[in-house]
């Protein structure tokens, strides 16, 4: 007869743990915190971007904020960001709704539906911007009327385009976000909605937007703050006109910054970017609502 002995339970090297998220640390710091803390020391001093840089205090804050530019760009700021999200959110659910299915062919469209996001802003700019040129783009071509208007020229068309093309490239990224909050829906609330009569709208609106609620925290946060970024698309599609209809806080740093050399009043926009962008990801936090319990029990 053969004597068991019980083993002393095994601990986890939790001292490790620590080393492991290192790296990651060492790389948000270099990458992220010095430049940020760089650019909020720049936004004190006079700097051409070349010759020797020279504090000069609240100068360049004083200049940005007495600015009567400043205001309209931080209203094309949140307007491109209010009707992007409002354009690409209802289609990124409809879209990641469907690519959950288990149908063999949404597997190929969801493949065709994430080219867009694979080119560049560059370069999706300068396509769109020869297709909807008015003497030689698609419309010309095609002999459409309605296509040939000059869509770079007149302030509400091109505001539509930039919408448009903004929306056509990161639908795809938002929809894949979708698609992986749908497929953790539990199948027994849809096999219970059912056998209750329910149909695959009624199931939509009950089931899954309920269901997706902190997944729409999620993509909403990184649809508002990677609006405050839109630069190289814009810059390409319309330079921030025509006038300053499309003239985006990132834009317009970019012009103070690199086309007029004046780095310092550059870096305080870029201060008052990192604010905006902190303060509406904290705010869309608290509208969610989410705590660890909470999202235990997403998909539950």
């Known amino acids: 007869m053969t004597s068991l002995t019980s083993h002393p339970p095994r601990r986890e090297p939790r001292g490790i743990l620590p080393w492991l998220a290192a790296p990651a640390l060492v790389v948000f710091v270099a990458f992220a915190v010095i430049p940020l803390v760089g650019v909020f020391v720049l936004s004190f001093t006079t700097w051409d971007g070349i010759g020797a840089i020279h504090p000069s205090g609240l100068t360049s804050w004083r200049a940005v904020l007495t600015d009567p530019g400043l205001p309209h760009a931080l209203w094309v700021t949140f307007l491109v960001m209010a009707v992007s999200w409002a354009v690409q959110t209802p289609l990124s659910v409809l879209l990641g709704t469907f690519m959950a299915g288990r149908q063999r062919y949404r597997a190929v469209l969801g493949v065709v539906y994430f080219i867009p996001l694979m080119l560049s802003s560059a370069a999706i700019a300068i396509a769109y911007k020869a297709l909807l040129d008015p003497n030689f783009g698609l419309g010309s071509g095609l002999k459409i009327p309605l296509l040939s208007q000059d869509w770079l020229g007149r302030p509400g068309l091109a505001f539509g385009v930039v919408i448009f093309v903004v929306s056509w490239q990161f639908i795809p990224f938002h929809s894949l976000i979708y698609q992986g909050g749908v497929q953790q829906i539990p199948k027994s609330l849809y096999e219970a909605a059912q056998l209750d009569g329910a149909g695959r709208i009624r199931q939509f609106f009950s089931i899954t937007l309920p269901q997706l609620k902190y997944t729409v925290i999620t993509s909403s946060t990184l649809m508002v703050v990677g609006s405050l970024t839109f630069f190289d ?40 970017l990192v604010l905006v962008g902190l303060a509406l990801a904290l705010l869309l936090r608290r509208l969610g609502g989410r705590d660890a319990g909470a999202s235990q029990l997403e998909g539950a």
């Open 233 to 272: 698309l814009i810059y390409v599609l319309t330079e921030g006109g025509p006038g300053d209809a499309t003239r985006v806080l990132a834009l317009d740093m970019y012009k103070r910054g690199f086309q007029a050399s004046l780095m310092g009043p550059a870096s305080a926009i870029a201060v008052i």
